[in-house]
């Protein structure tokens, strides 16, 4: 069982900055991929970036060149530097983690004020 754990979300305002960072514990193996979702009220929970063990990276079209995901793999964290932020990226943000099964954290609310 991999627990997640996020941290970081908060208020900011237009243009500015967070840094998200989500920690996996419970597995002793490294995990293939983590990931961050996002949810805004009334919305689905979306894919906002994830990246593999490898070091491959995904990212939807709306937060390409504004955001940057990260890993340590041996430590097991995954962080989402975010730069640029409008109001349309308030949600709340999930960390995801993927290991035979998809294990999600509770999430953390990002507020972007216009």
């Known amino acids: 069982q991999v627990q997640l754990v996020e941290s970081g979300g908060g208020l900011v305002q237009t243009g500015g900055s967070l840094r998200l960072s989500c920690a996996a514990s419970g597995s002793r193996f490294i995990i293939p991929v983590m990931g961050w979702y996002r949810q805004a009220p009334g919305k689905q929970r979306e894919l906002v970036a994830s990246?593999?063990?490898?070091?491959?990276?995904n990212y939807a079209d709306s937060v390409k060149g504004r955001f940057t995901i990260s890993r340590d793999v041996v430590k097991k964290m995954v962080y989402l530097q975010m730069n640029s932020l409008k109001p349309e990226d308030t949600a709340v943000y999930y960390c995801?983690?993927?290991?035979?099964?998809?294990?999600w954290g509770p999430g953390t609310q990002v507020n972007v004020s216009s």
């Open positions: 995801k983690a993927y290991i035979l099964n998809n294990y």
């Open positions: 990246c593999s063990s490898g070091g491959t990276t």
